[in-house]
């Protein structure tokens, strides 16, 4: 395999500040013609291309190459030039793509009828030849030809600026993208398609057309995401300064995507799931999906598009500094604190799980196999937390400045992470040195902490002892790293739950809280006049992507959830609390003693259901036991059933000690919920923060209450199926959700009742798929064979697989069950769906990633699974690139 390297990188020998592309659309296949205009650099001559499409032709300034002149190596993906001119000149390649046959959904390819592209990162070479690296940029003017009937909409980048008919009842769009791109931000859609238009006025007073393409059917659900765009627009403007560039934004939904969506200039491609929502059909959680995935991909046409990146290895550039753009604008639309806890849960489940892996890669990876396996956690969310960083250190104002340097500087370029963090430095005369290393050195830092009282004359200091370590990870060992810098956000709080004062050195001013700057493997801060009683709060607002250790007492704990101010460091005493009690479960379990009893961490969790002055959302945050993938930390010899049956007695321990309670708070929750929508139609039940937060919380408790008393709730959700889930969806997928490990024939009937109203509805049915999956009743792994075989399931639809194998590979007690079932499942699965879209089945390789962690016996079982897996002669390279890494 070629490994890539950062290190090898170099200046591209030729630029194409323009590209003419022709497409004739035919039955069969699709016909390309690309005029590149290209500038040879420094009298360059051999002139290399990246394609891997079928080449008919070549003509350099209109004359056509014999084949000699060139040569095609399919095992690189190149065609090499070696004799051309060192004046610029043109290359007229002709090709021809199959986007039938397509079933990677990379490149040109056909979903019900209709064609699509994707082509980040690499996807444009399966169209044509060309530089197809993100720091060639040029100007595209796009021609499209197809039979009008059958693909009447034809759309591609920019403004269009021609139309109209050709004969045999054919016709032709030609667009103009007035603005520099990569080939990566290349978009083509031909189809038949609904259309819903809208408009934006931008703050210069400029007119935005909108305008949103889905399946006729689909038309009636996009609202709320043409709303999630105009409210995208207005954010960015009033936020960072950033107003929409051209005068055309459009949207296409599909139903077979790899992804979420792409941000294609002028022309985004959504997955039908981050588009498609109304309350029949999508949850809370979808619509909060909707609107931050648009608002993601509206905000790259600043961070990725206007400044792009100069090669892969910095695509957290775009990445992480846009992930950072929509979760501040998601916290400013509605529960600031909730978003920002989510957003830490996913890091630590998932980020955190891949920066203990095999796969563990610094946030600019120093080399890849293929690109596509780097759309990662640590990419995409680590990168986020480290754009975080600048802006906790800078503060709004500061880091609003760098960014104003960083357009002034850059804007129209591809350009690298230190670019970025140089615009941060020089607009704020900052000192980010140091802070390099969040972009070379993978794994996930410790800050040991320890504090102690001192007497300091007729005063008490407080001393700080800070330990920072860092883990080796596969491609340096630990004793390479150097001390990372991050902020550490702290308050004191004294036995009555008051923020205590503070004092910090060399100054006399009073302080309730701080940022302090850890930079060394080892050090000490020293808060001065401070209180008898301290209880440190850390880490405040997850200030820095670390796991912490401190030896706080449960009283300490339940101190801090019961009063602290901020709510993530509220919230972590609180999961603290909850993972000390299932790691005592586990350790009882082992040694086969009785499992111990919580009364302090039962009384704290009563304290937080009978507190009526809590956010409804945040008590459901409060109330989420740690899923197992959260409890592996950094553990070795995982033992994963245990931590399931670990977890699940202390979910008994919950239901029983507070089921009046729960009850309580639930039925509460309700009643608020439909206080306002009496005599009201049942429409009313629709998406909203203050209503969806009171939804979370009656399904935060609703499945304790079914665990206490399982027949009975099941036989009321029986009969108020229906009332639930007239109101919308989220009721609907609650009350499933609650009952779906019931082992009774009730619950595979209302299954069955979900599937067949919602057969129709494919973005349900992935629903109800995923919830077969997710199931831990005993015969899980039957039904989703089961599944396999529904009329609405398809192997190569990316959401079907991820909602019924993906889903399964999280299942804990299944997907690791001891007879290697499980495993063998996703395996056979992997090798299937890599036959024709290698991106999909390297997705669901990464769930064997836990591989040299797992106790032997299971580890003997995923071995035999990987080592098949690679044994496969025409594995992609995708999936061996992975797998060969958790077997190394
Ligand atoms: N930039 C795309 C992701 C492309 C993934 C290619 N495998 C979507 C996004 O991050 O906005
Ligand atoms: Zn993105």
Redesign the pocket.
């Known amino acids: 395999q070629t490994v890539k390297y950062l290190k090898d990188y170099t200046a591209p020998t030729h630029l194409v500040p323009k590209t003419d592309l022709l497409f004739e659309i035919n039955e069969q296949y699709t016909d390309v013609w690309a005029t590149l205009h290209i500038e040879p650099q420094n009298g360059a001559t051999e002139l290399v291309l990246q394609g891997d499409v079928k080449l008919i032709s070549i003509k350099k300034n209109d004359e056509t190459l014999p084949e000699t002149a060139y040569s095609l190596n399919p095992n690189d993906e190149t065609l090499v030039l070696p004799n051309m001119p060192t004046e610029p000149f043109t290359l007229t390649i002709h090709t021809q793509v199959e986007p039938q046959k397509n079933k990677s959904f990379?490149g040109l390819y056909e979903s019900e009828g209709n064609l699509y592209t994707?082509c980040?990162?690499e996807?444009f070479r399966k169209i044509t030849f060309h530089p197809d690296r993100p720091d060639v940029m040029g100007e595209f003017t796009t021609e499209i030809r197809a039979n009008a009937d059958k693909f009447p909409v034809l759309l591609s980048n920019g403004n269009k600026i021609r139309s109209g008919s050709l004969n045999d009842g054919r016709h032709f769009a030609v667009w103009h993208d007035p603005f520099v791109k990569p080939t990566?931000l290349f978009a083509l859609v031909a189809g038949d398609l609904a259309l819903t238009s809208d408009f934006f006025i931008t703050q210069s007073g400029r007119r935005v057309v909108i305008e949103f393409y889905t399946r006729q059917a689909d038309a009636h659900q996009v609202a709320f995401a043409i709303e999630s765009l105009k409210n995208s627009m207005k954010w960015d403007e009033t936020r960072f300064g950033l107003e929409y560039d051209l005068d055309i934004y459009m949207v296409v939904a599909v139903g077979d995507f790899?992804?979420?969506?792409?941000?294609n200039k002028g022309l985004n491609i959504f997955n039908t799931k981050y588009v498609l929502a109304d309350s029949q059909t999508a949850t809370d959680a979808d619509f909060e999906g909707v609107e931050a995935?648009i608002a993601?991909?509206y905000f790259?046409n600043w961070t990725?598009n206007r400044v792009t990146c100069r090669d892969w290895f910095q695509l957290s550039l775009?990445?992480g500094l846009?992930?950072f753009r929509d979760q501040e604008f998601s916290g400013d639309r509605a529960s600031r604190a909730v978003r920002r806890i989510e957003n830490v849960k996913l890091l630590r489940t998932h980020q955190f799980a891949e920066d203990a892996s095999p796969m563990a890669h610094p946030v600019r990876p120093a080399s890849y196999v293929e690109?596509?396996n780097f759309?990662t956690m640590t990419v995409?969310e680590k990168g986020a937390e480290v754009v975080r960083m600048y802006h906790t250190f800078l503060g709004e104002e500061g880091f609003q400045r760098g960014m104003k340097l960083y357009f002034e500087r850059h804007d129209g370029q591809a350009v690298t992470c230190d670019d970025f963090r140089a615009a941060m430095a020089d607009a704020n005369g900052f000192d980010f040195e140091q802070f390099a290393l969040w972009y070379s050195q993978a794994g996930t830092p410790t800050l040991q902490i320890s504090g102690s009282l001192k007497k300091n004359g007729g005063n008490l200091d407080y001393v700080l002892r800070v330990k920072q370590i860092l883990p080796d990870t596969p491609d340096m060992p630990a004793s390479q790293k150097q001390a990372m810098m991050m902020p550490l956000a702290i308050a004191l709080f004294n036995e009555n739950g008051e923020k205590g004062a503070f004092k910090l050195p060399n100054d006399d001013n009073s302080y309730n809280e701080t940022i302090l700057i850890v930079n060394q493997a080892e050090q000490e801060f020293v808060l001065r006049e401070v209180q008898q009683s301290v209880t440190p709060s850390l880490l405040r607002g997850f200030s820095a992507p670390v796991h912490l250790q401190f030896d706080y007492t449960n009283e300490q704990l339940a101190l801090l959830l019961a009063h602290d101010d901020d709510e993530f460091a509220r919230w972590e005493a609180g999961q603290t609390l909850l993972r000390r009690a299932i790691f005592a479960n586990e350790t009882a379990l082992q040694q086969g003693n009785d499992l111990p009893q919580n009364p302090l961490l039962i009384q704290a969790l009563r304290n937080i259901l009978n507190d009526n002055n809590l956010d409804a959302a945040f008590k459901a945050m409060l109330l989420q036991v740690p899923a197992e993938a959260e409890l592996w930390g950094e553990r070795d010899h995982i033992n994963p059933v245990q931590t399931t049956m670990a977890r699940e007695a202390l979910l008994d321990e919950i239901a029983h000690a507070l089921h009046g309670e729960l009850l309580a708070t639930a039925l509460n929750a309700r009643e608020s919920e439909n206080a306002d929508k009496r005599g009201k139609e049942i429409a009313f039940y629709e998406y909203n923060p203050k209503d969806a937060g009171l939804r979370a919380l009656q399904y935060a408790c609703f499945p304790l209450i079914h665990r206490f008393d399982e027949a009975a709730t099941i036989e009321q959700v029986f009969e108020h199926y229906d009332e639930m889930a007239r109101k919308n969806m989220t009721h609907e997928w609650g009350v499933l959700s609650s009952i779906n490990s019931n082992a009774s024939a009730k619950r595979d009937e209302l299954l069955a009742r979900f599937a067949a109203k919602f057969d129709h509805q494919a973005l349900v049915m992935d629903k109800y798929f995923s919830l077969i999956a997710c199931s831990r009743r005993a015969d899980t792994l039957v039904q989703a064979q089961a599944a396999l075989n529904h009329p609405r399931f398809a192997l190569d639809n990316p959401n079907k697989v991820r909602a019924l194998i993906g889903t399964f590979a999280r299942n804990v007690p299944h997907f690791h069950a001891l007879d290697g079932s499980g495993y063998a499942f996703v395996a056979q699965h992997i090798k299937k769906i890599d036959a024709f879209n290698p991106?999909v089945a390297a997705g669901l390789a990464r769930a064997f990633n836990l591989l040299k962690r797992i106790e032997p016996q299971r580890q003997a079982l995923m071995r035999a699974e990987l080592e098949a897996i690679v044994a496969l002669p025409s594995l992609s390279k995708d999936v061996r690139e992975i797998v060969e890494k958790i077997l190394a």
Not at 258 to 263: H, I, L, T
């Open positions: 990379n994707q980040e990162p996807g990566y790899n992804m979420g969506a792409m941000e995935v993601h991909e790259h990725g775009k990445e846009t992930v690109m596509n759309y995409y991106q």
